[in-house]
């Protein structure tokens, strides 16, 4: 079972990877949610005890190379991200929609701040922080993905 | 007998309540014991990932890395770029034969005029090639391209990025220059086996040498941010420099090759009591709608010199 599961969860990740690399139009390009950091936050959620921090370096590079930063940024951020999760995914999981989402919201926004701090700490980037927006859109699909994801899940079972 | 009914209503209300009280109190799962991230663990992963970002922006060593990860990533980026292909066929396949063949006659005309248009540069280039024979200067070396395609945006809206179909395993280098059918668009900045991401000329972060076409007065073109426009800075409030006057290359920076158009001249201001002019220009190439472009090979133009020559510390 707990095989079957380690697929899905790959697959549901591969999925998030071509999500965040779709192409879009000039109208949508505001539309980018973290595709991928939301389906680690739910896998950590739902499946704890299948997600440890070894998954946070291939997921990590391969973020960093998809957007070409310097590798090892989305590692620093995640294991923050991670850190904070397992001390509340308990909560979590008995949240309502509403609260889950600012829960989320908050998780993105750190995570993007934690990898701002990252890169400042190894050089001078003079890039602006494009904090809110990354975190909002991801906030509004969450509720969505969390059904999408549980109902397979649920499915899998 | 109603009051009865009704009676019976209320009494089971408070019931129907707590049954869905209980019923969300079932859907708590007990806790599933898991070994969480201690402390002493993540500092030991966050100095990891660190000097490796470090060590990452300071030397090449993790360049295989990258590469490797390039390649799990390649089949992915096929996937999430298939919906486009798709259309892009589709579109191509429906059209009708009245837009194809008004399509190849002018096609067929341009290809007349270019062709006309070749017969006096190959005329032109032996007779430039003898006047620097004559003027002791070397000759201009030839360039080879090949056509790329663009496959993605980056929708960071800070940073004017595109990234195309081709890299490392076609020979795309470092620092190489990408050009459209109109001017030059931009450099490449990071090599992935079969992709590469191309820093735009509008780029905040981006400046190039130009020179007028009229003239040859020298400028720098620094991007900024937004696709239709470049800042012209450091030119002297007395330059000669005029609206739609052309900018072209100047290869002084040794990066770009001599002579490809950059931008026309739009605006030029001249404040009273300040040394330079502010000078504003549109980029000719279509920095947002080309889809094919060109990349240069010439030995003009070679990999990027060490940091050492460049890097200010």
């Known amino acids: 079972m707990s095989l079957r599961e380690t697929i899905f969860i790959l697959f549901s990740l591969c999925l998030g990877f071509i999500l965040q690399y779709l192409p879009l139009a000039d109208f949508m390009s505001w539309f980018v949610p973290q595709w991928v950091l939301m389906i680690f936050i739910f896998w950590q959620i739902q499946k704890p005890k299948l997600i440890n921090f070894w998954w946070v370096w291939p997921i990590g590079l391969l973020l960093d190379v998809q957007q070409s930063d310097f590798l090892g940024t989305s590692v620093v951020a995640l294991a923050c991200v991670l850190f904070v999760l397992q001390m509340m995914y308990q909560r979590l999981r008995v949240f309502n929609v509403a609260q889950q989402t600012l829960v989320i919201f908050l998780l993105i926004c750190s995570f993007e701040l934690v990898s701002y701090w990252a890169l400042i700490l190894v050089d001078d980037v003079n890039k602006p922080l494009s904090l809110w927006l990354p975190a909002l859109i991801s906030a509004l699909v969450w509720p969505w993905l969390y059904l999408l994801l549980s109902s397979m899940s649920h499915r899998l079972r | 007998m109603l009051l009865v009914d009704y009676s019976l209503f209320y009494l089971h209300f408070p019931c129907i309540v707590a049954v869905r ?22 500092v030991g992963i966050l100095i990891l ?29 096929q996937i999430s770029s298939a919906p486009s292909v798709l259309i892009d066929w589709f579109g191509d396949s429906a059209k009708s034969r009245q837009q194809l063949i008004a399509e190849n006659a002018e096609l067929s005309a341009r290809n007349l005029i270019l062709g006309q248009k070749i017969q006096r540069l190959i005329s032109l280039e032996t007779e430039n090639s003898e006047l620097r024979e004559l003027l002791g200067a070397s000759d201009r070396i030839g360039e080879r391209v090949i056509v790329v395609e663009l496959v993605a945006v980056d929708p960071d809206p800070f940073s004017q990025q595109i990234v195309i179909n081709k890299g490392l395993e076609d020979g795309v ?141």
């Open chain 2, 173 to 313: 280098f470092m620092g190489q220059p990408v050009l459209d059918s109109h001017g030059l668009m931009g450099q490449v900045i990071d090599v992935l086996p079969h992709s590469s991401r191309v820093l735009l000329i509008a780029d905040s972060n981006h400046a190039i040498p130009v020179q007028i076409n009229r003239n040859g007065v020298r400028a720098i073109a620094v991007g900024s941010g937004k696709l239709n426009e470049l800042n012209l800075v450091y030119v002297p409030d007395t330059a000669d420099i005029k609206e739609g006057d052309l900018l072209v290359s100047s290869g002084l920076g040794g990066r770009y090759p001599r002579g490809y158009p950059v931008a026309s001249v739009a605006t030029v201001e001249h404040f009273p009591g300040k040394a330079f002019a502010v000078v504003k220009a549109i980029p000719s190439a279509h920095l947002d709608r080309s889809r094919h472009m060109l990349l240069v090979f010439s030995d003009k133009v070679s990999n990027v010199p060490p940091q050492s020559l460049w890097q200010v510390k």
């Open chain 2, 21 to 42: 009280r209980f019923k969300k109190d079932q859907a708590i799962k007990s806790p599933v014991e898991i070994s969480p991230l201690r402390a002493s663990r993540l």
């Open chain 2, 49 to 77: 990932s660190l000097s490796l970002m470090w060590l990452d922006s300071h030397s090449q060593i993790f360049k295989p890395v990258r590469s490797a990860l390039g390649y799990v990533l390649y089949p992915l980026h």
